[in-house]
């Protein structure tokens, strides 16, 4: 029999979390907790259509209790651009499910993701910088990640008041796949070609 010394301790909400890729059956709750933070530009809008096209990009965390029902905490999504540059994009998690390391594992599985596919750079856009660069993450230049402006920026409407800060981690990207010629850098883009497929264009 075990004393009041050596029982264990009953197991914490962290104990029970679970992170794991999504399946489309997360689809409805990725949309609702992505779109309830668009309104003042914490993430960008995102219709049901395309959370459901792109659902793999995501990882979610879930509460898993003994019964075996679940809680979905929160969600974080991981874009591949090439194998030059990956972006951590829709990390969030619910504000009840703060404090208990969700944010965290997520942004691990994603850079483990990353990793995986042996992606250079990693970047994302936010405006708790603090938080990520526990991560390994730092401040760079935004128009060091050009793919991401392209894809994203031109066509937010906070272009021209953008209160978000660009990191990296990882080397700088050298190339950009995306974007018309002046922002693509055709010269970089043409050099990671022949590095990729050992072929000149």
Known sequence: MLDATTQSS???AQDNLHVHKARIQDALEIFNLVNSLSADGTLLRRSYAEICENVRDFTVAHIVEPDGTTEFLGCGALHLYGPHLAEVRSIVVKPEAKGIGAGGELLRALIDEAATHAVMSVCLFTRIPAFFEHFGF???????MPDKIY????????????DEVAMVRGPLP???????????RPELASDALVQLTGTHR
């Open 138 to 144: 730092r401040v760079a230049e935004r128009n060091a």
């Open 151 to 162: 894809k994203d920026c031109q066509t937010c409407p906070r272009l021209y008041a953008c």
């Open 174 to 184: 050298q190339v950009a796949m995306l974007g018309p010629s002046k922002l693509q």
């Open 10 to 12: 009953p197991p914490s």
